[in-house]
């Protein structure tokens, strides 16, 4: 007896496609690439507002220096090689009532940041306690001294700004 062995080829039919599968692929891809804009974008503004803070705490930190100095040396400790504050505080009494001299603190000025310190006076007077009148009546008005201290900082070239003031008063 023989055998007779048949080899049958199988085929498969496929239905045909209408591409879903592609436009599912390419609908992800669209979604993901939008998010990672998304994130990139806010990654930059993230940048922009930490690099706006740190410029504005630069300037704050440079004018409050500025007029720490102005300070210290107007109580006769010259510092940076410039003395001489008590003559600024004695032009601004010159110059008169709200009028304002701005001193240049070049040893705090840099190519990015100017810094500088503005002294102005305010008049007002008044009698002292203990002063009376004389016996003409003619009074002795002795006046008060306030000067207003500003420091002031400003970068040239990101517009940050920062103005500290102060009040001295001698009495």
Not at 59 to 65: D, G, K, N
Not at 140 to 155: P, V
Request: charged residues 15%.
């Amino acid at each position: 007896m023989k055998k007779i062995i048949h080899n049958s080829i199988i085929s498969v039919q496929y239905k045909s496609q209408s591409g879903v599968v592609l436009v599912v692929g390419l609908v992800l891809i669209l979604v993901i690439t939008l998010i990672a804009i998304a994130g990139l974008s806010n990654s930059a503004v993230q940048t922009k507002l930490s690099s706006n803070t740190q410029q504005k705490n630069d300037t704050f930190q440079a004018a409050e220096s500025a007029l720490s100095h102005a300070i210290i040396e107007i109580e006769g400790v010259p510092l940076g090689g410039i003395a001489g504050n008590s003559d600024a505080l004695a032009n601004a009494m010159e110059r008169g009532n709200g009028i304002e001299d701005e001193v240049g603190i070049t040893y705090l000025t840099s190519t990015l940041m100017d810094v500088s310190v503005t002294y102005s006076y305010l008049e007002s007077s008044g009698l002292q306690s203990g002063i009376s009148l004389n016996a003409d009546e003619n009074s002795t008005i002795i006046g008060q001294r306030k000067f207003i201290l500003e420091g002031n900082a400003a970068m040239s070239g990101s517009g940050a700004k920062s103005k500290i003031s102060q009040g001295i008063s001698y009495e």
